[in-house]
């Protein structure tokens, strides 16, 4: 429970840092419910998964 909590908290950082980020790279996500669910529930892999198909998509 303890490392879905971290991997959860460090989604979200990541997804603020990325949106903080986003004028200076042009990449930003809206943040949204899907965003946050996946976010939430696979940590930084599911903000590399979003990047990856807001890039592609």
């Known amino acids: 429970m303890k490392s879905f909590l971290l991997s959860a908290f460090f989604g979200f950082c990541a997804l603020i840092v ?6 200076y790279t042009g990449v930003t996500l809206p943040v949204s419910r899907l965003t946050l669910a996946v976010t939430g529930g696979l940590g930084v892999p599911g903000v590399t998964l979003l990047v990856l198909l807001d890039l592609f998509l």
């Open 18 to 23: 990325l949106n903080l980020l986003g004028p």
